[in-house]
């Protein structure tokens, strides 16, 4: 199976030569692409640098805008399967193989999930997690442990699907959409570090933000959105 | 608000001579500086329209409109906007796509 590492980084210099390396030196049997999203520090010219295959954005699209492009990238390709993989190292590329096996079972979309073995720690931003998750439950009928997860691997048909739609964000109400359309998904127990270098986005006021957009969308907006 | 409406008036005949403005967009304004010109000439009119249609005062009559005709403005504008992104990310993909193509193609045929 032809499996594709998109790698969104938008200011990752700190960060994308440790993660790209370790992806290279140890798992080369897959391909891998950087998405520089505009960055406006020396990611790019690290790519350059150590020869990575990247694709670099002439201005900033947002992390949507990244991973579509990956997705764009992987269906001009024909690759099999694609995952998103976070820049900062918060995922662990030892995780890429079984969440292919399920892909090779017939799954749609899998996700590397950090809470199918282990219960969630009871924090306000798993409490958001978990608002999503019955969410998507009482829209969709499934459940999904880890909504929130950035880890997500992608069949083919996905593949298509997300390069050329639009308003397909990587993000949980993306996955509620496409389940509602027919997708089979999948969990795989992943475990995630913690940023080594940089800041994460999430703010407070984002992440209530983010969580009035995510249920208002899952709850709401879903039912009026054309899927293919 | 005869003064108000004309000057609004020339503005926007001056913005389209200097084409900062797409003459498709400008008609929008045009229309609503003859609206507030009409009515600020023949305040008659908006008298009568508002009592016919049962409006306390006129001024409520005339806040009312504008602000209908300004959310509906705001409302295609944000319509507007999310086209314009749509097309912006896809420009910008396909452009950052087309280029790595070109660099990988360049490197193949510096090694040969």
Known sequence: ?228 | MIIVSVIVMVFVFRKIRKSHFVIEDSFYWILLCVLLLVFSIFPKICYSLSDFLGFEAPSNFIFLVIIFLLLAKVFFLSVKISKLQTKLDNLVQRYAIDSHENVRKGKKNAVN
């Open chain 1, 1 to 228: 199976m032809k499996t594709l590492i998109i790698i969104p980084a938008y200011n990752e210099g700190e960060n994308i030569e440790r993660v790209v390396d370790k992806l290279i030196n140890e798992y080369p049997q897959y391909d891998y692409v950087i998405i520089n999203d505009g960055s406006k520090d020396n990611t790019e010219e690290i790519c350059i640098k150590n020869g990575y295959n990247y694709i670099s954005h002439p201005v900033n699209l947002g992390l949507a805008g990244a991973v579509q492009t990956g997705m764009k990238y992987a269906l001009k390709n024909s690759y099999d399967a694609a995952i998103q993989f976070d820049g900062d190292g918060q995922h662990n590329p030892e995780y890429i193989a079984p969440m292919l096996e399920k892909i090779k079972q017939g799954n749609n979309i899998v996700i590397g999930s950090r809470f199918i073995e282990d219960k969630k720690p009871s924090s306000l931003r798993m409490f958001g997690n978990n608002l999503i998750e019955a969410a998507i439950l009482l829209t969709t009928g499934k459940k999904i442990n880890d909504t929130t997860s950035g880890m997500r691997m992608f069949d083919k048909k996905m593949i298509e699907i997300l390069a050329t739609a639009t308003d397909l964000g990587p993000e949980p109400d993306t996955v509620a959409l496409l389940i509602r359309k027919g997708a089979k998904v999948s969990e795989v127990q992943a475990y995630m570090n913690d940023r080594v270098a940089g800041e994460s986005y999430l703010t407070l006021t984002r992440s209530v933000a983010y969580m009035a957009r995510m249920m208002i969308s899952i709850l709401v907006l879903q039912w009026f959105r054309k899927g293919k």
